[in-house]
């Protein structure tokens, strides 16, 4: 990151800031170029490293490019706000971001899925308490990616 000044450290801070962000948007390399692609996700922290899931459709692109490369990038934004200025090089923006690639792949067991399924209406609700028939489980596709670099930046 090249302003360190505007680094998050603090994990309780990144996870604060994971928190308060609603869409991740998931970028996976398709051969011409970069597929990005905007995704509800769930985050917990395993062994101190950042997990997040994403759920959809058992095929289609996304999926085919998480099982073709096996790898993926992310960023999540939130609370940003243009702040003006006398000149328009003055103008900036305030935001909080995080950012970060690592291993994806498909899970596969149904204790899994539930688990991810979980964060990711916890993320979206903040409840974690909720059930998941199993017809709706074995019928959703859920994505892990385990976050091996993750940086966290904010500019308020």
């Not at 450290?9 to 991740?24: F, G, L, M, N, Q």
């Not at 390399?29 to 997040?52: C, L």
Request: charge should be negative; proline fraction near 3%; include cysteine.
């Amino acid at each position: 990151m090249r302003r360190q000044d505007r680094a998050v450290t603090a994990p309780e801070k990144i996870r604060a800031v994971i928190d308060a962000c609603e869409v991740c948007r998931l970028g996976l390399q398709d051969g011409r170029g970069v597929y990005v692609v905007p995704v509800n996700f769930g985050h917990t922290v395993e062994g101190g490293r950042h997990v997040f899931y994403f759920h959809g459709a058992a095929e289609g692109r996304k999926v085919d490019l998480v099982r073709r490369n096996g790898w993926a990038g992310f960023e999540l934004d939130t609370g940003y706000r243009l702040q003006g200025a006398e000149a328009a090089c003055g103008y900036t923006a305030a935001f909080q971001s995080v950012i970060g690639e690592g291993p994806i792949r498909v899970v596969e067991t149904a204790e899994e899925k539930r688990r991810g399924l979980a964060a990711i209406m916890r993320q979206a609700t903040c409840c974690g308490d909720w059930t998941f028939p199993d017809a709706a489980v074995d019928a959703v596709c859920v994505l892990r990616l385990d976050a091996e670099e993750l940086s966290c930046k904010e500019h308020l």
